[in-house]
């Protein structure tokens, strides 16, 4: 949910969508979730409020702690 007043969290959080359901249903691969960090990332650097802001640290900390797991779920 954005309320679409700045581009990166209005199409950052819909790509970031696309890419988790892809990871979730088995399809992605290890480029989604780079690209996935990657995009968070910018979106908490350029966003104008805490939503856009917010989404970077369970995506990194997901990574981080669970990157195991995770891979295991992409091709």
Not at 25 to 53: H, N, V, W, Y
């Amino acid at each position: 949910e954005s309320c679409g007043h700045c581009v990166p969290c209005r199409l950052g959080t819909a790509q970031l969508v696309k890419l988790m359901d892809r990871v979730a249903s088995s399809k992605g691969s290890k480029e989604d979730l780079d690209k996935m960090l990657s995009i968070s990332e910018a979106m908490k650097d350029t966003s104008f409020c805490p939503l856009g802001q917010s989404l970077y640290l369970p995506i990194s900390s997901s990574l981080k702690y669970f990157g195991d797991e995770i891979l295991a779920r992409v091709q």
